[in-house]
C-alpha cells in the first residue's frame, strides 16, 4: 500500500502539494506527504490536525490508512458523515514531526504553533475549491485566526480532536464530532 501511495505523490492533483510539501521539509525537517488517495488540490474539506505523531518510519503519509486509533477515528466518522474520500485533504496545523527520535507524544509548543500556522497560507492557495475547513481540536482551532484571513468567506468548523485518548473521555466527544462533520457534510452539500 506505501509503495503505491509512494508512486502516486506526482499524480496531478497531488503534485503542487508535493512541491508545497517540499518547501516546509527545506524549512522545518520531516513532514509527511500528503495522501494522494484523498482529494489533492481538488479537495473541498480541509480537515485540520494538530502535528504529526511520533514515528520512525522515512515514508509517511498524512492519511486516514495510518495504522493508528486517530486514522480509523477519521475513517469512521467521515464515513459516518457521508463526505466523500476525494472531497478531503488531511493536514496538520503544525505539519512537521516536531518529536525528537524515539521520544512520545507531546503538545506542539506555542512557538511552534505560530511556525505552522505561518505556513497556512502556501497550502490554501493550492486548494482553490475549498468549501468548508475542519479544525479538529485545540491547536488547530487556532487556525481560526489565520484562515479568516486568507478566506474570509470560508465556513469554517471546529470538532474535538479523533484520537481514541480525546474520544474514549466521554460520550459526548464522538457525539461532538459526528455533528460537525455533519455540518461539514451540509455545507459541501450547497450547490457552489
Not at 505556513?119 to 479568516?148: F, N, Q, T, Y
Given at each position: 500500500?506505501?509503495?503505491g501511495?509512494?508512486?502516486?505523490?506526482?499524480?496531478?492533483?497531488?503534485a503542487?502539494?508535493?512541491?508545497?510539501?517540499?518547501?516546509?521539509?527545506?524549512?522545518?525537517?520531516?513532514?509527511?506527504d500528503?495522501?494522494?488517495?484523498?482529494?489533492?488540490?481538488?479537495?473541498?474539506l480541509?480537515?485540520?490536525?494538530?502535528?504529526p505523531?511520533?514515528?520512525?518510519?522515512?515514508?509517511?503519509?498524512?492519511?486516514?490508512?495510518?495504522?493508528?486509533?486517530?486514522?480509523?477515528?477519521?475513517?469512521?466518522?467521515?464515513?459516518?458523515?457521508?463526505?466523500?474520500?476525494?472531497?478531503?485533504?488531511?493536514?496538520?496545523?503544525?505539519?512537521?514531526?516536531?518529536?525528537?527520535p524515539?521520544?512520545?507524544?507531546?503538545?506542539?509548543?506555542?512557538?511552534?504553533?505560530?511556525?505552522?500556522?505561518?505556513?497556512?497560507?502556501?497550502?490554501?492557495?493550492?486548494?482553490?475549491?475549498?468549501?468548508?475547513?475542519?479544525l479538529?481540536?485545540?491547536?488547530?482551532?487556532?487556525?481560526?485566526p489565520?484562515?479568516?484571513?486568507?478566506?474570509?468567506?470560508l465556513?469554517?468548523?471546529?470538532?474535538?480532536?479523533?484520537?481514541?485518548?480525546?474520544?474514549?473521555?466521554?460520550?459526548?466527544?464522538?457525539?461532538?464530532?459526528?455533528?460537525?462533520?455533519?455540518?461539514?457534510?451540509?455545507?459541501?452539500?450547497?450547490?457552489?
Amino acid at each position: 500500500m506505501l509503495a503505491g501511495r509512494a508512486a502516486a505523490r506526482g499524480a496531478p492533483h497531488v503534485a503542487a502539494l508535493g512541491g508545497y510539501v517540499a518547501g516546509l521539509r527545506a524549512r522545518h525537517g520531516a513532514v509527511p506527504d500528503v495522501d494522494p488517495a484523498d482529494g489533492g488540490t481538488g479537495a473541498r474539506l480541509l480537515l485540520l490536525l494538530e502535528t504529526p505523531g511520533p514515528g520512525a518510519a522515512p515514508l509517511r503519509f498524512v492519511s486516514r490508512d495510518n495504522p493508528t486509533g486517530t486514522a480509523a477515528n477519521i475513517r469512521r466518522f467521515t464515513a459516518e458523515a457521508g463526505i466523500a474520500r476525494a472531497d478531503t485533504l488531511i493536514w496538520n496545523a503544525v505539519p512537521w514531526v516536531i518529536h525528537a527520535p524515539g521520544a512520545r507524544n507531546r503538545a506542539p509548543r506555542r512557538g511552534e504553533v505560530a511556525a505552522g500556522l505561518a505556513e497556512l497560507p502556501g497550502l490554501l492557495a493550492l486548494l482553490p475549491d475549498l468549501a468548508v475547513a475542519v479544525l479538529a481540536g485545540r491547536v488547530a482551532a487556532a487556525a481560526g485566526p489565520a484562515l479568516a484571513r486568507a478566506r474570509p468567506a470560508l465556513p469554517v468548523v471546529e470538532m474535538p480532536h479523533p484520537s481514541p485518548t480525546i474520544v474514549c473521555t466521554a460520550p459526548a466527544i464522538a457525539a461532538r464530532i459526528r455533528a460537525a462533520l455533519r455540518t461539514a457534510a451540509d455545507l459541501l452539500a450547497r450547490p457552489a
